[in-house]
């Protein structure tokens, strides 16, 4: 089975910085994890795709965030990351990573999520 385990949510003032991660677990039989990215939904909001990032590192940024955060990953531990400065209040929201992820014997990929993390920017 595979889990996505999300961290680095919390509280910060505008201006600031948070770096969220995301670790794909269940290795045993994951084949190979294509595309992951973040969303985000803010109360009241819809749901917002944030960033991007394909197996080979290949990035796209939402336009509220761009030259703001950075998204990257470590294939060797199954784990991105979104390093996300100069918040603004405006990035008040929680946070969910998805993976699509092909496994051993299941035709795919098959996209899998996590449980979400809260990113609260104060003004």
């Known amino acids: 089975q595979v889990q996505l385990v999300e961290s680095g949510g919390g509280l910060v003032q505008a201006g600031g910085s948070l770096r969220l991660s995301c670790a794909v677990t269940?290795?045993?039989?994951?084949?190979?994890?294509?595309?992951m990215g973040w969303y985000r939904r803010a109360p009241g909001k819809q749901r917002e795709l944030v960033a991007t990032?394909?197996?080979?590192?290949?990035?796209n940024y939402a336009d509220s965030v761009k030259g703001r955060f950075t998204f990257s990953r470590d294939n060797a531990k199954n784990t991105v990351y979104l390093q996300m400065n100069s918040l603004k209040p405006e990035d008040t929201a929680v946070y969910y990573c998805?993976?699509?992820?092909?496994?051993?014997?299941?035709?795919?990929?098959?996209?899998?999520w996590g449980q979400g993390t809260q990113v609260t920017v104060s003004s």
């Open positions: 269940g290795s045993g039989n994951i084949l190979r994890i294509n595309s």
């Open positions: 998805y993976a699509n992820v092909i496994r051993v014997g299941v035709e795919g990929p098959i996209t899998n």
């Open positions: 990032i394909t197996g080979g590192g290949g990035t």
